[in-house]
């Protein structure tokens, strides 16, 4: 399995930044880093992936370390709608196992 | 309209009995998934299909068997249903590109074995 290591949970306030870690130590060369978030009751859905340049989109911005060995998912202003369970998860044989996530709270 | 659609939502019967779970997709996609998710939460591929064939099939029972009639469709029949089946099962779907284009993931059914 591909692993990764998150935090189980954090909080944040309303329309304050939201940096979500993630360590991805065995990852190798080829594999692009992927972020995906759970709503409650329903499927993930895909925020943003990468694969050793920050990458940046609509829903939020993905900076990777140089060794590659973590990555930080940065929701730049967090809403009460962001309150979600958020994977992180690199592939490894063609396909992506998730792991545990991180539950983020947002406090209004 | 719904992109990954599945049926039914909620599946709640009792061991021994055989069930279905159904998943479309309206995107064009190529490649479809069945993963599975546990009471903690993560989640486990189950099978990749890819127009029609399958690509992927991890340690799982053959009591699970996938379906696809064709590349907007695949389902999932479980035969003999145990206690330890009792999750919430997610259809995906992505376009080519392998792992590196975005799954898209129906909301679940949550089955219940009992």
């Known amino acids: 399995d591909a692993k990764t290591t998150q935090p189980n949970s954090m909080e944040s306030n309303e329309e304050e930044p939201v940096h979500l870690p993630c360590n991805h130590s065995?990852?190798?060369?080829?594999?692009?880093i992927h972020w995906y978030r759970q709503l409650p009751s329903q499927g993930p859905e895909y925020v943003i992936h990468g694969l050793t340049s920050n990458v940046n989109n609509r829903m939020a911005s993905l900076a990777i370390a140089e060794d590659r060995k973590s990555s930080t998912l940065i929701l730049h202003r967090a809403t009460l709608r962001d309150a979600a369970v958020y994977y992180c998860i690199f592939d490894a044989g063609n396909m992506l196992t998730f792991g545990g996530g991180t539950r983020l709270m947002v406090k209004p | 309209d719904t992109a990954v659609s599945q049926t039914p939502k909620y599946l709640v019967t009792q061991m021994g009995n055989d069930k279905s779970i159904k998943c479309e997709q309206n995107l064009g996609h190529d490649t479809m998934y069945w993963y599975k998710q546990d009471s903690k939460k993560f989640l486990k591929i189950m099978f990749s299909y890819n127009n029609k064939e399958l690509i992927i099939n991890e340690t799982v029972p053959n009591r699970f068997s996938p379906k696809s009639p064709d590349k907007a469709h695949l389902n999932l029949h479980i035969n003999s249903l145990e206690l330890g089946d009792s999750a919430v099962y997610f259809c995906?779907?992505?376009?080519?590109?392998?792992?590196?284009?975005?799954?898209?993931f129906g909301n679940g059914t949550r089955l219940t074995v009992t």
């Open positions: 995906a779907s992505s376009p080519p590109g392998g792992t590196y284009s975005p799954l898209h």
């Open positions: 065995t990852i190798s060369g080829t594999d692009y």
